[in-house]
């Protein structure tokens, strides 16, 4: 009967050493996802969600799990408005920041067929260079628009990706504190 007991609790040990290995590494796949324009910050809090969840709120708290939403939303909306905010600082419209937007994506998605991640970061910064510029025709109906639109959405990009980023390796961070807090 002792010996079952000694089992069951190694391989709750197991299990449990499993799951936090997944949920770090989980966080690291989400910061790779940020440069290409992706939701990294969402998959960390869906990861510390999955996490209080499962441990019961034993290894993290709904406190942290709210915190973690705040900063992600709080992400997002850096790095949309710094896209706006490039491309409207060196002389874009509207029409070019969501070129930019739009380009970016487009291009990280396409980047991403012949050579993964690299191929995606660089293609979804080249993407939002040419959804800037494209946005920019499109309301100027000329066949020059300048090129200051294009590299100022690039820096509003890089600006908003990096604080993004920022954020993700903050909320990293405090998951090792938290998770090895209470280990």
Aim: proline share 3%; with cysteine.
């Amino acid at each position: 009967m002792r010996r079952d007991g000694a089992r069951r609790k190694t391989s709750i040990s197991i299990l449990s050493h499993l799951g936090i290995a997944l949920f770090f590494l989980t966080h690291l796949v989400a910061l790779l996802m940020i440069p290409l324009g992706l939701p990294g910050t969402f998959l960390q809090v869906g990861a510390a969600l999955v996490m209080t969840v499962a441990s019961g709120g034993a290894r993290m708290g709904w406190g942290w799990v709210g915190l973690f939403f705040g900063l992600a939303l709080v992400g997002e909306l850096i790095e949309f408005l710094c896209g706006q905010w490039g491309t409207r600082r060196f002389g874009g419209s509207r029409q070019a920041g969501w070129g930019a937007l739009i380009g970016g994506g487009l291009g990280a998605v396409v980047g991403g067929v012949p050579i993964p991640v690299i191929g995606s970061i660089l293609m979804s910064f080249l993407g939002t260079f040419i959804g800037a510029l494209l946005g920019e025709l499109y309301r100027q109906r000329t066949a020059a628009p300048t090129l200051r639109v294009g590299l100022g959405a690039v820096i509003g990009r890089t600006v908003g990706a990096g604080t993004k980023l920022f954020l993700g390796v903050v909320m990293l961070l405090i998951s090792v504190g938290v998770i090895l807090g209470r280990h």
